[in-house]
């Protein structure tokens, strides 16, 4: 199998060179490309030139414009890499035969209630980051090539900056902090969701019968949250392991999004149900704090 992966050095994109490696030949570029490649979203012509260069089995696509509030500034640029790059990678999929798989958000649903969202739920973006991705995902669709969408959400990596660590280094700094609690959702590790991916692909990748398991899952950990009880987790974490900080738990004071303005709106349920990939894939996907525990092992020992 030879594997195209897009995006190599985000979050899930550095994951996912280690999961994918033992599927077969992987081919891995950043948005600089190299040799004549393109993993530029923004160039979509060069894009697709790319993937008919490499004629892969799979398109796994980890690359997005992913600032929620610079792109309400540059609603244009996030459109073109989060909205019609898709389209162009789906388009090339289905001229090869080959699957596409590419991440999407919680961030398309407008946040009400209090349920979990299933796949087929209305959409409602409140963002330009939010209605950028769900057209990448309609823009897929439309196509109707073998393609895996996998709507995920608070996405963090022991690599590179996180929630965890800015509260970490803001405790360390402060005596109180202020977080907001009235957002909803599961963090959910950039490792887990290339492990899953790399067990989709497995799933699917030259078998004739898998092609009705094209489709939009919800991939998040088990459990929900809010990002105050996140942050008090990660300090009661810090503090069972003997790091010494200026703010504890307990110096945690809650407050609704209201009291934190940003130009981007944010939805406040970003609960997904995730019965469908697990029905369909015979998965287990394990509680939120598993792996947010593991992640501070990593960055703090």
Request: charged share 20%; hydrophobic share 45%.
């Amino acid at each position: 199998m030879r594997i195209l992966l897009l995006g190599r050095n985000g979050q899930v994109g550095w994951e996912l060179q280690r999961a994918l490696a033992p599927l077969g030949e992987l081919v891995a570029l950043d948005r600089h490309g190299g040799q004549g490649l393109c993993g530029d979203l923004a160039d979509l012509d060069a894009l697709a030139a790319t993937v008919r260069t490499i004629a892969p089995d799979a398109i796994v696509n980890a690359a997005a414009y992913t600032a929620v509030e610079k792109a309400e500034s540059e609603p244009e640029l996030a459109l073109r890499i989060n909205g019609e790059a898709p389209g162009v990678l789906a388009r090339e999929a289905a001229r090869l035969g080959a699957w596409l798989v590419h991440y999407s958000t919680d961030y398309v649903f407008d946040g009400s209630g209090e349920q979990p969202w299933w796949e087929d739920a209305p959409t409602g973006p409140l963002s330009v980051y939010g209605r950028t991705k769900l057209a990448g995902e309609q823009a897929i669709a439309a196509v109707g090539a073998q393609a895996l969408v996998l709507r995920t959400s608070w996405v963090y990596a022991a690599r590179g900056g996180n929630f965890a660590r800015t509260m970490l280094r803001l405790a360390g700094e402060r005596e109180q902090l202020r977080v907001i609690a009235d957002q909803i959702g599961a963090p959910t590790g950039a490792e887990l969701i290339a492990d899953v991916t790399a067990h989709l692909l497995r799933r699917v990748c030259g078998v004739k019968e898998a092609s009705g398991l094209s489709g939009t899952y919800h991939l998040a950990a088990t459990g929900e949250t809010s990002w105050c009880d996140y942050a008090r987790f990660v300090l009661e974490q810090a503090a069972q392991r003997g790091v010494v900080l200026k703010a504890g738990a307990a110096q945690i004071e809650a407050i609704p999004t209201s009291a934190y303005p940003t130009p981007a709106s944010r939805p406040l349920n970003s609960r997904l149900a995730t019965d469908k990939l697990r029905t369909t894939f015979g998965l287990h996907l394990p509680h939120w704090q598993d792996g947010v525990a593991r992640m501070l092992t990593e960055i703090l020992e």
